[in-house]
């Protein structure tokens, strides 16, 4: 337990160390980041089973998972706040509502047991991370980037890439972040990054419970 806690503490430090130094101009910078980011993620779901989602954190009762995760969606919120294009709240407000639907009708049809109020700690968890962090992070930061140095193809599908590989913990996991990166970088493309954190954020509300 004491070697968890210590990883915790090392991770947050050189994330805390990388987020000093990043611009957002700086693709590399960013990269490192997040890659720091994704490793200690990681390190903690292999560490803590119960903290693949705070859904599994309450209903496990896992107060020391909690404590690790902490620093993690602390620094992916700091890396949001330092996202410079503007979002508009009406447009990500209305693609949100289009995904919460689109992801009660595939609950329906795949679930026979619906648990409101795991959705809805859902809602106000976990489901913030993947909607805004991780929709910030790959279709704005590294699509903007990858696509104004190699053109929009390369962003499409390099971001999915690295989408992907910050999933590493299953195999099946990453293939399928691949297969969603790749959607979310043309929807991105066509509709705007405000389409992407909504129906992310819809989405994720029932999948991560």
């Known amino acids: 337990m004491a070697d968890a806690i210590y990883l915790s503490i090392a991770y947050a430090l050189a994330t805390l160390g990388a987020l000093s130094v990043i611009k957002t101009n700086d693709l590399t910078g960013i990269l490192t980041f997040y890659a720091l980011l994704t490793a200690y993620?990681?390190?903690?779901?292999?560490?803590?089973?119960?903290?693949?989602?705070?859904?599994t954190i309450v209903g496990s009762?896992?107060?020391?998972?909690a404590a690790a995760l902490m620093p993690f969606y602390a620094?992916?919120?700091?890396?949001?706040l330092k996202y410079d294009k503007v979002i508009s709240v009406r447009r990500l407000l209305l693609y949100a509502l289009i995904g919460v639907l689109v992801g009660a009708v595939?609950?329906?049809a795949w679930r026979?047991?619906?648990n409101p109020v795991y959705y809805a700690m859902s809602a106000a968890t976990f489901s913030v991370y993947g909607g805004f962090c991780e929709e910030v992070f790959f279709r704005g930061y590294v699509m903007d980037e990858l696509s104004s140095r190699y053109?929009?193809?390369?962003?499409?599908?390099?971001?999915?890439?690295?989408?992907g590989a910050?999933?590493?913990w299953n195999p099946f996991v990453a293939i399928g972040a691949f297969a969603l990166g790749t959607a979310l970088g043309a929807v991105r493309l066509y509709l705007g990054?405000?389409?992407c954190i909504g129906l992310h954020y819809g989405l994720n509300i029932f999948t991560h419970t």
Not at 41 to 55: G, Q, R, Y
Not at 61 to 65: E, M, R, W
């Open 41 to 55: 993620k990681t390190s903690i779901i292999m560490l803590f089973p119960n903290a693949s989602s705070w859904v």
């Open 61 to 65: 009762g896992d107060a020391v998972a």
């Open 75 to 80: 620094l992916a919120a700091v890396l949001v």
């Open 106 to 108: 595939l609950v329906q």
């Open 112 to 114: 026979t047991q619906i």
């Open 151 to 163: 053109g929009k193809l390369v962003a499409l599908f390099g971001q999915a890439v690295l989408f």
């Open 166 to 168: 910050s999933h590493p």
């Open 193 to 195: 990054l405000e389409a």
